[in-house]
């Protein structure tokens, strides 16, 4: 190889570490998260299901499409089902909220160990939402936790 060709490939290679931290990676659009206050939403729409009583963790996973937000949260006692991170509007200033609704248990059941009763909810959102999203929190009955651009 000549040299001129060598220090054509080294440019272009040192070139690229500026993408590696530049907000057009998708990798970079959302770090992790972060315990957050909870949001008083004025309009939210009516929903049957409990928020879950505490929000563990929280992720946000691109994808080519978008985004996955993958929350886990633990109920008091075992047999919550249908649980489901609801979206609301987001606000001006760039807040995507999710809701962690879950249903309780139909019959009483027992309180047993805290990791028996964890669970685990996601939501894809599409590029085009994700546009106007600058943070996304995760919200339940006692906390909730945020991740930001």
């Known amino acids: 190889m000549t040299r001129l060709t060598v220090?054509?490939?080294?440019?272009?290679?040192?070139?690229?570490?500026?993408?590696?931290d530049s907000r057009l990676n998708p990798f970079n659009w959302f770090g992790r998260s972060q315990p957050a206050e909870k949001v008083a939403l004025p309009d939210a729409p009516a929903d049957p299901r409990a928020?879950?009583?505490?929000?563990?963790?929280m992720t946000v996973e691109p994808i080519p499409t978008g985004a996955i937000v993958r929350a886990t949260g633990r109920t008091p006692t075992q047999g919550w089902w249908d649980a489901e991170l609801v979206a609301q509007p987001v606000t001006e200033d760039g807040v995507l909220v999710l809701d962690f609704r879950i249903f309780p248990p139909v019959d009483p059941t027992d309180v047993n160990t805290p990791r028996s009763r964890e669970?685990?909810?996601a939501?894809?959102?599409?590029?085009?939402?994700?546009?106007?999203?600058?943070?996304?929190?995760v919200q339940g009955a006692a906390n909730a936790r945020a991740a930001g651009r």
């Open 7 to 20: 220090l054509v490939l080294v440019l272009a290679l040192a070139g690229c570490g500026g993408f590696r």
């Open 51 to 57: 928020l879950v009583a505490e929000v563990l963790t």
């Open 119 to 121: 669970v685990t909810a």
């Open 123 to 137: 939501i894809s959102l599409s590029n085009i939402k994700l546009e106007e999203v600058r943070q996304i929190i």
